[in-house]
C-alpha cells in the first residue's frame, strides 16, 4: 500500500508556472507507474499526465501537450509535475495517482491509489 501527499498548488496569473509535487510512502515507490489527474468544479475528473515505472516513459493529455511535464525521483519517492504557460482553463484540483503495474494508462479506474489534492487556481 502506499500513500499519497501532493503539494505545490496555488494561485498563479496565466502565462505563470507551477510545480506540483506528489511524496509517496513506502519503499516501493519504484513499482508504482504514476498519473496526474485534475477535477474542475462541475466537471469529471480527467486524465492529465502519466510515467512509468523508471521514468523512461510519458504520456499527456492533449490539453497538456508542450505545456506540461511529468517527472519522477524514486530515490525520492517523488513524482511532479512542471505546469508552464498556465491558463484559467487549467483551474481544477490536482491530483495524483498510483499505479501498481509496468504500464502507465489514462483512466482513472486504472489507479489504485490516491492523493487528496492540491488546488491550482489561475487567474485571467
Known amino acids: 500500500q502506499v500513500q499519497l501527499v501532493e503539494s505545490g498548488g496555488g494561485l498563479v496569473q496565466a502565462g505563470g508556472s507551477l510545480r506540483l509535487s506528489c511524496a509517496a510512502s513506502?519503499?516501493?515507490?519504484?513499482?508504482?507507474?504514476m498519473g496526474w489527474f485534475r477535477q474542475a468544479p462541475g466537471k469529471e475528473r480527467e486524465f492529465v499526465a502519466a510515467i512509468n515505472r523508471s521514468g523512461g516513459s510519458t504520456n499527456y493529455a492533449d490539453s497538456g501537450k508542450g505545456r506540461f511535464t511529468i517527472s519522477r525521483d524514486n530515490a525520492k519517492n517523488t513524482v511532479y509535475l512542471q505546469m508552464n504557460s498556465l491558463e484559467p482553463e487549467d483551474t481544477a484540483v490536482y491530483y495524483c495517482a498510483a499505479r501498481m503495474a509496468v504500464t502507465m494508462v489514462v483512466l482513472t479506474a486504472g489507479y489504485n491509489y490516491w492523493g487528496q489534492g492540491t488546488q491550482v487556481t489561475v487567474s485571467s
Open positions: 513506502g519503499r516501493t515507490f519504484s513499482s508504482y507507474a
